[in-house]
């Protein structure tokens, strides 16, 4: 039996089983930006961890965070942003018990 045939006895088209040349080009784009992601993520643990450790005020954090996401722009147009935004909030509830609301977080791209 074809694999093709595994999935209820229907014959599929082989585009179904390979990748397109675009997808490919943005899997291999996202690929070449993990460690960028991997950096960013280490210096926006730093800065709440900082930010935990000397009490400081949310509106100091958010420029912090603000300063930090301004020379990682590149990124926010990426599968990635929604990842960053998410350690982000969470980190910051965890580590320094300061709420960022969604909105807030989508800002801190906008600087």
């Known amino acids: 039996m074809e694999i093709q045939q ?7 088209p082989p585009e179904f089983f390979y990748q ?9 784009s996202d690929e070449e930006l ?3 992601v991997h950096m960013l993520m280490i210096k926006v ?12 005020k949310k509106s100091d954090l958010i420029y912090e ?10 990124l926010s147009e990426t599968p990635f942003r929604k990842k960053i935004n ?5 980190e910051c509830i965890k ?9 807030e977080v989508n800002g801190l791209w906008n600087f």
């Open 6 to 12: 595994l999935f209820k006895g229907k014959i599929l």
């Open 20 to 28: 397109t040349s675009l997808e490919k080009q943005l899997k291999a």
């Open 34 to 36: 993990f460690p960028e």
């Open 45 to 56: 643990h730093q800065v709440i961890n900082n930010a935990a450790a000397t009490t400081q």
């Open 65 to 74: 965070l603000q300063l930090l996401l301004s020379n990682y722009n590149h």
């Open 86 to 90: 998410h350690v982000i909030t969470k």
């Open 95 to 103: 580590q320094c018990a300061i709420t960022i609301s969604e909105e």
